[in-house]
């Protein structure tokens, strides 16, 4: 892992940083590159001018650890009521969430709760409902929680991470459930025997997993999201779809808003299925430091936000 990357995962977990920068009118300003606004209005409106380019969308309020039970259930009714707005407007949209959002790390059996509530939801609304992948402490109770929702409801998923050496375990794991599986290359600070340090090693095992889900999907027992803004990954999997007999239409690419724009309409027009995923709302400063992780050469973006204050 780069130094800059492991500092900036580090720091996004400094409240005295977070207290610092996210009043800041240009901190604001930087973060808007990568959300349409903090409120669900904000995200809503950018999946309609999506929508117009043939782009879905995946909505998700930012936020995660919380402190408090009533918080949780807060959030539960944030996203009950969102539902209900995706289906009004007509947005061809997928809600996604993050399981300490919904108060893992206070209570699992109220998460477990709130999750049930959700996908019920997402059943009643025929919104599919997405379940976050967060540090690694969490992966086995995140995978119980899926495990749950999954005997019970058909449009539920769950985000597995390339960088974890313990995933094509959990991939095979899964595979009984035919799960709907959103591959992503992972985003937190993680110790080297949990997750691979070296980024080609990273995106090797994003292949074979990504391969493996086809091979899946082309028997009909898995629905594969390729979670990146990789091209040269998607092209790739892309090939093997082919290869395999697996139609454009059985596997989609997600990327995040404000990431490589241009290309996701590329890919809509030729042929894939595509979504956005769009984050809000007003805790965005672990979320942000993650972007910037991704991709340090972002912190430039922030500096010229600076200097045209
Ligand atoms: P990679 O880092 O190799 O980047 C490929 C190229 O994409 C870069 O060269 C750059 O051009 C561009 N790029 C990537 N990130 C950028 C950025 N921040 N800013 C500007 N350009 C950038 N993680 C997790 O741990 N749990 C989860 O549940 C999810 N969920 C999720 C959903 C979706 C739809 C996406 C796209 C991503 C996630 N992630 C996630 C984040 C994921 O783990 C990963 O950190 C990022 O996607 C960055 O990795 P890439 O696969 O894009 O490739």
Do not use: C
């Given at each position: 892992m780069s130094l800059t990357r492991t500092a900036l995962l580090r720091a996004s977990k400094?409240?005295?940083?977070?207290?610092?920068?996210?009043?800041?009118?240009?901190?604001?300003?930087?973060?808007?590159?990568?959300?349409?606004g903090e409120r669900v209005?904000?995200?809503?409106?950018?999946?309609e001018g999506l929508a117009a380019q043939k782009l879905g969308a995946v909505f998700t309020q930012?936020?995660?650890?919380?402190?408090?039970?009533?918080?949780?259930?807060?959030?539960r009714d944030h996203y009950l009521a969102v539902f209900d707005k995706i289906k009004a407007r007509g947005i061809a949209g997928h809600v996604s969430v993050k399981p300490t959002q919904l108060g893992l790390n206070l209570s699992p059996e109220a998460c477990a709760r709130h999750l049930d509530t959700l996908a019920a939801?997402?059943?009643?609304?025929?919104?599919?409902?997405?379940?976050?992948?967060?540090d690694s402490t969490y992966v086995d109770?995140?995978?119980?929680?899926?495990?749950?929702?999954?005997?019970?409801?058909?449009?539920?998923?769950?985000?597995?991470?390339?960088?974890?050496?313990?995933?094509?375990?959990?991939?095979?794991?899964?595979?009984?459930?035919?799960?709907?599986?959103?591959?992503?290359?992972?985003?937190?600070?993680?110790?080297?025997?949990?997750?691979?340090?070296?980024?080609?090693?990273?995106?090797?095992?994003?292949?074979?997993?990504?391969?493996e889900m086809l091979a899946h999907a082309a028997k009909g027992d898995l629905w594969p999201i390729f979670g990146t803004h990789d091209l040269n990954l998607v092209q790739r999997l892309a090939n093997r779809a082919a290869e395999r007999g697996v139609r454009d239409g059985a596997y989609e690419i997600h990327m995040l808003y404000g990431i490589r724009s241009a290309e996701q309409r590329e890919?809509?027009?030729?042929?894939?299925?595509?979504?956005?995923?769009?984050?809000?709302?007003s805790a965005w400063f672990r979320w942000y430091m993650r972007r910037l992780a991704e991709r340090p050469a972002n912190i430039l973006f922030v500096m010229k936000s600076v200097l045209s204050r």
């Open positions: 400094s409240q005295w940083l977070q207290q610092q920068v996210t009043h800041r009118s240009f901190t604001r300003r930087a973060v808007s590159k990568f959300m349409p209005e904000d995200a809503l409106a950018a999946a930012l936020g995660e650890d919380l402190t408090s039970l009533a918080e949780a259930d807060g959030v939801k997402s059943a009643a609304t025929g919104i599919f409902f997405w379940i976050d992948m967060e109770r995140t995978l119980d929680l899926y495990r749950g929702l999954r005997a019970k409801y058909d449009l539920v998923g769950i985000a597995l991470q390339s960088y974890l050496r313990r995933t094509p375990r959990d991939l095979e794991s899964l595979l009984p459930l035919k799960p709907r599986i959103r591959l992503v290359k992972g985003a937190y600070m993680e110790p080297g025997d949990v997750a691979y340090p070296v980024k080609r090693d990273v995106d090797n095992a994003f292949f074979d997993l990504g391969d890919l809509v027009a030729s042929g894939r299925v595509v979504k956005t995923l769009i984050s809000y709302g």
